[in-house]
């Protein structure tokens, strides 16, 4: 992988495909889900910045989960991912991780589960300063029960904070008739709201299912990494409220290091399963303007294990086009000379 480029779409940096000359370097999210702990601050930012409405606000009746997905009034969405353990939901890569004092194992992105313990009154005596993975240290925290009266500690909870990708080379791009959707220089891709016909096209187009269309209105409508902030030197709201650094804003480059220092030190834990999802500049989207730390396979995310652009083939399908329309049109000409004849 050179820096001038990758395999399948050109230029890296999609700024300058777009045209801009000597834009600032590319900005980017990094989630470490291994430290989020669902406190949904980031939602809360999203919403009271960009002025998102409200999605309402119910439980979905199954978790502690209030949006279910992305959309139109839900550009962030924090996932909470319940597994049973008895089913078969193990913690792959987890043996000799630090443990609490009552037996259970208490390990970076699982602390939530501890949390839910406190909430719900569960908690044995034991409590104290529990490294996890080498992410909270000094935190005081609550020792779940190796054995709750309730089956609690079957479960396994993984929280991910969700957003759209910024993908180098976006479908939702190449399809929208209008130049609603646009790429800044900052590398990444807003929707113009008082531009967008309603037209849907970017909707399908959109590997991971993010943009949505809002029911009042009919526009499209979606993160933009806070474009409006960006321009004032200012990092996006969702990562300034983070309270754990789960949402890491920066340049690309800079964040990829981050992140693959980060599995690296989960490894070095004991947690195996960790891994990076969305940074490899060779995948089907040229690599995502924002990536993540998963701790399992990026399915039990709700995220595609290999997204691929659905425009990827559009210049090969139109020289194809093309070729039999030529084709076409000599037969055509050839038969109406042969007639006259």
Known sequence: MTPEGNRLFGPVDPAVDAGYESPPRRVAFFTD???CIGCKACEVACKEWNLVPDDGLEL????YDNTGMLGADSWRHVAFIEQNRSAGHQDPGLEGTPAGPSGSSVVAGLVSEAIAAADAGDLGTDTGSVDVAGVAKGVPLPVLPAAAGNGRADLRWLMMS???KHCTHAACLDVCPT???FRTEFGTVVVQEDICNGCGYCIPACPYGVIDQRKSDGRAWKCTLCYDRLKDGMQPACAQACPTDSIQFGTLEELRERGEARVEELHDAGVTSA???GEDPGDG??????FFLLLDDPEVYGLPPDPVVATRK???MWRRAGVAALALAAAAVAAFSGARR
């Open 33 to 35: 889900t291994s430290v």
């Open 60 to 63: 979905l009746g199954m978790s």
């Open 162 to 164: 969700d957003v759209c």
């Open 179 to 181: 130049g609603s959707l």
């Open 275 to 277: 891994r990076l999802y």
């Open 285 to 290: 989207v040229g690599g995502a303007g924002c």
């Open 314 to 316: 559009l210049p090969e």
